[in-house]
């Protein structure tokens, strides 16, 4: 891809659509394997899903997407992203929540952890180091937009392999915890 012109991009508020995207990616929980505590063999929700628009993968270049997390619980742990660590190390993030509830999960490679709630208008900062995953603790669709580094490169595989510190789970009268993994997945 040639040095990219300036561009607008709309985003429909409402349904998270965002105008001129490349890509549009869908995850159902079948292609999550092992990143729930639980996975019903039957059921096969979607989970979430992000558009995005293409700049050149290079220093310099920002990349723009929505996420949108569909609502739902598997075995009373909330929908989430995959998450993941920045490939390049030195790249941060920001989210910004167009609307919905949720907790935006945080941790580092040596075990620091963090949980920040999301709402519309709230704007949450991931500094170089920090993996990141999305929880929609609410009944509507969690959108977020999202601005990092194109050359920042996604490490999903650290997060499949050793996975995530906390998970959010469906408290009493429907409040949402964080607490620490029952176990070795996701």
Request: hydrophobic residues 35%.
């Amino acid at each position: 891809m040639s040095n990219p012109k300036p561009f607008a991009t709309r985003i429909d508020l409402r349904s998270g659509l965002m105008s001129g995207y490349e890509r549009h990616t869908l995850r159902r929980l079948s292609d999550m394997p092992g990143y729930f505590h639980a996975s019903p063999a039957d059921e096969d929700p979607l989970i979430y899903e992000y558009f995005e628009r293409d700049v050149p993968p290079e220093d310099g270049q920002i990349v723009q997407n929505v996420s949108i997390l569909h609502p739902g619980a598997i075995d009373g742990e909330y929908h989430m992203t995959k998450g993941h660590y920045h490939a390049n190390r030195r790249c941060s993030e920001v989210y910004l929540c167009l609307s919905g509830r949720g907790v935006l999960l945080m941790q580092t490679r040596d075990g620091e952890t963090g949980a920040l709630e999301l709402e519309r208008g709230i704007s949450v900062y991931v500094p170089p180091g920090w993996a990141h995953r999305s929880v929609n603790t609410g009944d509507q669709p969690l959108m977020l937009f999202a601005l990092y580094p194109a050359d920042s490169g996604h490490d999903y595989a650290a997060i499949a392999e050793q996975g995530f510190w906390a998970r959010v789970i469906q408290g009493a009268e429907g409040h949402p915890l964080v607490v620490p993994r029952r176990d070795g997945s996701g």
